[in-house]
């Protein structure tokens, strides 16, 4: 038999069926992919996640976790890409989780386009598309969690620290730690 994954993907073929996870599992499964995310293992968690979701599709906690084990991701030199996070925005219930995990994914992709060398005006761009999603979620942030305002904050602090992403297009400054006489020219 061929299952979908939570993507809507048909499973790629390699002659194994996944086994099923039973619903008692679920909570226990929680608590392991939220540990093998802070191992540091985000591959782990993402799987443990796609089982979680083959049992119970709606599974908010589920479904949050696998956002940040797949942003866990991006810096890496996985193939797991913005797409796969984003598509899974639709599927969160309240109206504030898709706003701040939207930036959450945003910012998370800033973060790994700027250590790979990305054009300065490009993850601003991205670092920006994060703090407005983070505008969004704190308007509609339940009473005593300000946990968007953390994030929005975090992502000025970066903006306002690093010169290649005060720079607009074509006027990128070059690295620090090169001297003016080794920046090649335009």
Known sequence: MTTKDPYGNLEKGTGFELKRLSPEAVPRA????????LLNEPREAESICLDILGADPGNQKALTTLVLALTDQFARDSGVDIARARALLPRLLEEHCRAYYGGVICERWAKARLRKGESGHVVRAWFEEAMSSYEKA???EPA???DAILRWNACARILMRDDRLRAGPGEETPPEDLEDDEVPSR
Do not use: M, V
């Open 138 to 140: 704190e308007d509609l």
């Open 144 to 146: 005593g969690s300000e």
């Open 30 to 37: 929680l608590e392991r992919a939220d540990r093998y995310r």
